[in-house]
């Protein structure tokens, strides 16, 4: 099967220089009093907390049906992704520890702005979440 060009997809190595790279973003839940994320809030890399005022957004479990492990199962150790937490609020949300993770930093998100984490696969059921950016 042939690489697609021109209009008709990605080019690997200089096609499509001057051309963005696009990515697939499902539109996020916004959540405007505490919760438990879920994995697939995750996996969608963007979570939204619109809110005056502050509360604790756990993150989900990692084992478990549904969990972090069981919805991505290709992880090995080592493996990472990244989350943004945007508060688009007045209020600020904080990212709290849930079942098997570890929070290396402040989980503590800035009202009107974007913090960003990621997260790393320290072993079976373990995970650390860093905050990499304010």
Do not use: H
């Not at 690997?12 to 499902?26: C, Y």
């Not at 438990?36 to 990692?62: F, H």
């Not at 320290?122 to 304010?134: E, K």
């Amino acid at each position: 099967m042939a690489l697609p060009n021109g209009a008709g997809g990605y080019q690997v190595g200089d096609g499509n220089l001057n051309e963005a790279t696009l990515g697939v973003q499902a539109i996020p839940t916004a959540y405007t009093a505490a919760a438990t994320l879920t994995t697939l809030d995750l996996e969608q890399g963007l979570i939204v907390y619109n809110a005056a005022g502050a509360n604790n957004l756990a993150l989900p479990p990692v084992t478990g049906v549904g969990g972090v492990d069981d919805r991505i199962r290709s992880a090995k150790v080592n493996s990472s992704f990244d989350i943004s937490l945007l508060c688009s609020g007045a209020g600020a949300a904080t990212l709290t520890a849930g079942a098997g993770w570890t929070l290396v930093g402040s989980g503590l998100g800035v009202a009107g702005a974007g913090v960003m984490f990621r997260a790393v696969k320290t072993g079976d059921g373990t995970y650390s979440l860093y905050r990499i950016a304010n």
